[in-house]
């Protein structure tokens, strides 16, 4: 028998003589249920969040992205893109051309991200998904359309249904700049909107999507793009992805860079695993809080006890075993806590998870609040506040049990 654990355990539920103990105990087990179940809970539902946004990234961004190592352009041909379509995890591939522009709309002017790109992503790009006013296309015969970023089209006034052109302005890159003249060193087009749409506020506010051709007009091109996306196939794995990565990076050489989805927006993906990070750090730090609880219990408790105490060393217990016995008691009745807190945590995000039973305020692009539960965030949840309450309960052990004198 393990005698500490035994002692532990009757002490712990063992009706004390000074009922105060019993009240701190149980408030003490209450708050860290309570702690326990905010961090899977609140952790969840940023999972969800974290999920959310960068689901809406990943359809404005491709999973894999060619780029030319220094420089803006190049000619994207050679071996390598057969191969890319001969690979069965290739969904699509399409060119781009992107550039930072000005642009001026029914007297209003702004510097913008225009985003050109070919027939494969008018057809089959996911921005589809997210507009908000008008309709995706990029052509209407042989006019050319542009769609529109929501805050981009707020900021300039643009409207689907107006007639006004959007004028595009770029510095010919073939023609000398003229002082008595300087639109004469100025190429520009015209693009007629034709949607607009909304994924998130930093690329509502900058980007507009045109037909790769009217770019290349503006920017004097012939061949060259700026980029080659590559979308993936469903299902497949962060393997697969590696893997084509590693494929393409190995045939293109050191002259191209290939970025994954992290690559492409790294500073965002950082700042949400800080932002993550911060979360956990103030809601570990309330638990410790606490979990002070326990210390003031198991101080009580000691003072209480002097006569088991002296009982114990009489027959034999030396000051370690005894000082296990208040150690574990205040441990368990952290470990109480924590266990209600993982059920209750783990229910009530699963419940969230499936039915959705908290709504999003306001007109949100999700009805109830995203919610993920996930196993790593529960071990390390369970791992941390059973490391603090394991602290705490030594902490008065250490400060207040005196070894008594035979």
């Not at 051309?97 to 008018?122: C, H, P, R």
């Not at 300039?156 to 052109?165: D, E, H, K, M």
């Not at 219990?297 to 016995?325: F, H, N, P, R, V």
């Not at 499936?354 to 305020?361: K, L, T, V």
Request: net charge negative; charged share 20%; hydrophobic share 45%.
């Amino acid at each position: 028998m393990n005698l500490p654990l035994f002692f532990a355990g009757r002490y712990l539920f063992a009706k004390k003589s000074h009922n105060v103990i019993n009240i701190i105990s149980a408030i003490s087990a209450a708050g860290m249920a309570i702690g326990t179940a905010a961090l899977i809970i609140i952790l969840s539902v940023y999972n969800g969040f974290d999920s959310l946004v960068k689901d809406m990234l990943g359809d404005f961004d491709p999973d894999i992205l060619i780029t030319p190592a220094e420089g803006k352009v190049f000619v994207p041909e050679g071996e390598v893109y057969d191969w890319l379509y001969s690979q069965e995890t290739v969904e699509n591939m399409c060119c781009v051309l992107t550039e930072n522009i000005f642009v001026s709309y029914d007297g209003k002017q702004s510097m913008v991200t225009a985003k050109g790109v070919d027939w494969v992503y008018e057809e089959e790009s996911p921005v589809r998904n997210h507009i908000r006013s008008g309709e995706f296309s990029l052509h209407r015969g042989d006019v050319p359309l542009a769609v529109v970023g929501s805050g981009l089209a707020y900021r300039l006034g643009i409207n689907p249904r107006f007639l006004s052109p959007v004028e595009l302005y770029f510095p010919s890159r073939t023609r000398d700049f003229s002082v008595s003249n300087p639109m004469a060193s100025i190429e520009s087009v015209n693009v007629w909107p034709s949607g607009i749409f909304a994924i998130n506020s930093d690329i509502d506010d900058r980007y507009m999507i045109v037909p790769i051709d009217i770019m290349k007009e503006l920017l004097e091109y012939g061949d060259e793009v700026s980029g080659v996306e590559i979308r993936l196939k469903e299902g497949c794995s962060g393997k697969d992805v590696s893997a084509l990565m590693e494929g393409i990076s190995q045939r293109l050489g050191k002259d191209f860079k290939v970025s994954g989805r992290f690559e492409q927006n790294k500073a965002l993906y950082k700042m949400m695993e800080y932002e993550k990070l911060s979360i956990f750090a103030i809601l570990i730090f309330i638990v410790i809080i606490i979990a002070f609880n326990i210390f003031g219990s198991l101080t009580m408790l000691i003072i209480e006890k002097k006569g088991d105490i002296m009982t114990l060393k009489s027959m034999g217990a030396d000051d370690s075993l005894i000082k296990k016995i208040f150690v574990l008691e205040g441990w368990m009745i952290s470990l109480l806590g924590l266990a209600a807190g993982l059920v209750i945590g783990i229910v009530f995000s699963l419940l969230q998870q499936r039915f959705g039973f908290i709504r999003m305020p306001g007109n949100f692009i999700v009805e109830a609040y995203p919610v993920i539960l996930s196993a790593r965030d529960v071990v390390i949840t369970a791992l941390s506040v059973s490391a603090v309450g394991l602290l705490i309960a030594i902490l008065p052990v250490l400060s207040h049990y005196k070894a008594p004198r035979r």
